[in-house]
């Protein structure tokens, strides 16, 4: 029997809940529905059009012949979903191409076909309303298959065509492809269902609102094994010709034209909602040119460097000091600094006086550069303590906030965080410190670890348990090293692949996802169990010295799915400007979260740093790229 999309497999053993008859479908719709709604969800709902390749080529043949477009024209496809138009163009020799979208899903799809395919198009995330673009930039805009219309009220559509304009150069033409909404007030269908495969089904339940103005939508997606996997509200408004241009000309288009009307026919040839006809317009910007300000000679920013205490203990570390290697490490990380041109850096190290330090040079600092992932006093306990010590001073820091890092810090929030967004993680339960009795939900081998700290204390060839007996003895020396008030994780042990994924930025605007690497165990003795413990990082007589990282080799779909999720995670957890998480395949290839890495290592051989050398990102600037995301952070805050 031919097997299910993984994303269906990895929602089966959780059911979507699902309302049941409901009499008012607008009371039920999310006014920011379009932030969730567009995943691989919609990909298989609509597919018979937005997967259709050949309806792409004649809505680009149709699309082209209107803009007259040229090899040399600068098109932005606003938007854009996964990037179906503005790919077709770029195969058909259109060389100034840009793509932006809200959904992280779609866009990283985009990007994963450009890369595939190697074509020249810049696909970033962003708010159709404040786009990242500078004015003057694009000959065309299009705003395609029916992508206008999601907001709240037609003043935030306003919003998206005076942005337009901006971005247009004189004379630059929009292009709106939208549903026709005379025509599907009357004849909207108020009920449907339908095959979108072998396995899915899609019900779908239609209101027009109580103003008149949208078209509200419900869809209930079911598969035939698990049942009720997502049950979805949105709401578009319906606009007329008439409506259309009235809107246009409000953001001070001109030469307004309905240039032609698109009726869809699929092979599925089944309920095709807001895509059924579609009205495409045109219309000019007229305006001046811009005048160009003057750079300034950009002064250098100070950034204060703030480390780990060399002159303290650190209980993590194998001869609890700062030695050779972690001096050698430091050195690297100077010299990545000393070549970037931009900015000053000095550095601070002393705990004893950091407070102090801190107040003295308040004044003369840009940002910190927070990279005392050893806490404060070197205690792992107070990492979040250094960045909740510069937010009583208000000094802009680099990395994540105390409140994530508090998150992150207990392995079992995050399961729950991760549970609540739709994320796989494995079966597990916390043991705490007065449990002397307890049940294992899952089968061995399973794992057992801290619940709290990171770098892998705690973590090593005896934390994997194939019996009762040996998981008692793994929390017993837990408690001895840790302390018996401690709460212990207790997980299935997963015997895939071991996978990390980086990313640097801060979505949804700008961000790099480093290529996911998994860890390679060829080396280690066959009766060793395969995990990167705390012996492979800190032991280098360990046999588990000798693991290496690789490039990931995942199937496409896998590999989407870990970039969603961690994209979701990383936003509702509040990471920002670096991000490391660990991810580890089960049995049969369905990937699971292990834990989320907030200021991951920075270090020149660290996971990190393998993954950028990767995508031949040098070790200087890997380290430059996590300096401006956090400054183009701190700069937006300010200006906002």
């Given at each position: 029997m031919k097997e299910r999309p993984k994303e269906y497999q990895n929602k089966e053993k959780q059911k979507s809940r699902t309302l049941g008859p409901v009499p008012h479908l607008e009371e039920h719709v999310n006014p920011d529905w379009w932030k969730k709604i567009f995943n691989s969800l919609y990909l298989k709902t609509d597919a018979d059009i937005v997967e259709d390749a050949s309806i792409t080529r004649q809505e680009i043949d149709t699309f082209s012949s209107i803009l007259k477009l040229t090899p040399e024209s600068h098109v932005l496809d606003l938007c854009c979903g996964q990037g179906r138009h503005t790919l077709e163009l770029a195969r058909r020799g259109i060389k100034n191409l840009d793509g932006l979208d809200r959904s992280h899903y779609l866009i990283q799809r985009a990007k994963n076909t450009a890369k595939k395919e190697s074509l020249g198009v810049k696909f970033k995330e962003g708010d159709a309303r404040k786009t990242p673009y500078t004015t003057d930039t694009f000959d065309v805009v299009m705003v395609l298959g029916n992508s206008f219309g999601y907001f709240e009220t037609s003043d935030e559509d306003l919003r998206v065509l005076k942005e337009v304009k901006r971005i247009l150069k004189p004379w630059g033409k929009v292009l709106l492809d939208v549903a026709d909404g005379s025509y599907l007030k009357e004849k909207y269908q108020p009920r449907s269902w339908e095959w979108i495969d072998k396995h899915n089904f899609v019900c779908r339940e239609r209101s027009i609102s109580t103003d008149g103005q949208k078209l509200i939508s419900r869809e209930v997606i079911v598969n035939d094994t698990s049942g009720v996997i997502a049950d979805q509200f949105y709401a578009e408004r319906l606009y007329t010709t008439e409506t259309l241009k009235e809107l246009l000309k409000k953001a001070d288009f001109t030469d307004i034209e309905i240039v032609d009307s698109i009726n869809s026919q699929t092979l599925r040839n089944q309920d095709l909602g807001m895509m059924e006809r579609r009205i495409t317009v045109t219309a000019t910007v007229r305006k001046e040119w811009t005048p160009k300000r003057k750079k300034a000679k950009e002064a250098k920013k100070n950034v204060v460097v703030v480390f780990g205490d060399p002159r303290?203990?650190?209980?993590?570390?194998?001869?609890?000091?700062f030695d050779d290697d972690d001096m050698y490490t430091i050195d690297q990380l100077k010299g990545g600094l000393h070549g970037l041109e931009n900015y000053s850096f000095k550095y601070l190290d002393?705990?004893?006086?950091?407070?102090?330090?801190?107040?003295?040079i308040k004044s003369k600092t840009d940002f910190i550069f927070n990279l005392c992932d050893e806490g404060y006093d070197n205690d792992p306990k107070k990492e979040l303590h250094v960045?909740?010590?510069?937010?009583?001073?208000?000094i802009p820091y680099t990395g994540s906030g105390p409140q994530c890092l508090a998150f992150c810090?207990?392995?079992?929030?995050?399961?729950?965080?991760?549970?609540?967004?739709?994320?796989?993680?494995?079966?597990?339960?916390?043991?705490?410190?007065?449990?002397?009795?307890?049940?294992?939900?899952m089968d061995f081998p399973v794992i057992v670890k801290p619940n709290f700290g990171d770098s892998s204390f705690g973590l090593n060839q005896h934390s994997v348990c194939n019996s009762r007996d040996e998981v008692v003895r793994a929390i017993y020396d837990i408690r001895e090293g840790l302390g018996y008030d401690k709460p212990i994780l207790v997980e299935e042990f997963l015997s895939g692949k071991d996978l990390s994924i980086g990313i640097i930025g801060n979505p949804p605007e700008n961000y790099t996802v480093l290529p996911l690497t998994q860890e390679d165990y060829s080396d280690l003795p066959e009766e060793l169990p395969k995990l990167c413990g705390y012996e492979a990082k800190w032991i280098p007589d360990s046999p588990y010295w000798k693991i290496k990282s690789s490039p990931a080799d995942l199937p496409k779909e896998t590999e989407e799915l870990i970039i969603e999720c961690s994209l979701k995670l990383i936003t509702r957890l509040e990471c920002r400007d670096y991000t490391r998480l660990d991810w580890r395949l089960d049995a049969k290839g369905n990937p699971k979260l292990l834990e989320?890495?907030?200021?991951?290592?920075?270090?020149?051989?660290?996971?990190?740093?393998?993954?950028?050398?990767?995508?031949?990102?040098?070790?200087?600037d890997m380290i430059a790229m996590i300096l401006k995301s956090a400054d183009e952070r701190i700069s937006g805050q300010k200006q906002g």
């Open positions: 303290k203990n650190d209980s993590l570390k194998p001869c609890g000091v002393n705990h004893d006086t950091l407070v102090t330090d801190l107040a003295k960045p909740a010590i510069l937010e009583m001073f208000n810090y207990d392995k079992a929030l995050v399961r729950g965080i991760a549970k609540d967004l739709g994320v796989p993680v494995p079966e597990g339960i916390v043991v705490k410190g007065e449990d002397t009795l307890f049940e294992l939900p989320v890495n907030p200021n991951p290592g920075w270090c020149w051989d660290g996971h990190l740093a393998k993954m950028a050398k990767i995508a031949d990102i040098s070790y200087s």
